[in-house]
């Protein structure tokens, strides 16, 4: 799938995925986003409390102004970021917040 080029004041939906868990009281910080905490099959070997565990944050951003900003509150929160990527929008974006933990 071909995505077309997006210039930096057009909104789109974007999937940020991150190891670790995320709080849902974090939410209110990415305005619109879903947050949903999944398991991974093949943890990775760094030994960590969250280890297996990957956060998916999904929704709309109005620009890459913006998608910068959620990027350094995430950065700030000290969790490695796995992959950013622009999606179409879909039935996920509907998906309800799920999520247990805490970060």
């Known amino acids: 799938m071909n995505t077309p080029p997006v210039g ?3 909104p789109g939906t974007y999937e940020i995925r991150l190891e670790g ?3 849902e009281r974090w939410l209110a910080w990415f305005d619109g986003m879903t ?3 999944v398991s991974n099959p093949n943890p990775g070997s760094q030994g960590s409390a969250e ?6 944050l999904r929704g709309p951003v109005a620009d ?3 998608l910068h ?5 995430l950065r700030d929160f000290g969790m490695p970021l796995i992959s950013v990527a ?3 929008p879909g039935p996920a974006d509907d998906a309800e917040v799920v999520t247990r933990g805490e970060r």
Do not use: K, W
């Open 8 to 10: 930096p004041h057009e």
């Open 21 to 23: 868990r995320l709080h």
């Open 35 to 37: 947050l949903t905490t």
């Open 51 to 56: 280890q297996g565990v990957t956060t998916l």
């Open 64 to 66: 890459q102004a913006a």
């Open 69 to 73: 900003g959620i990027l350094a509150r």
């Open 86 to 88: 622009r999606v179409e």
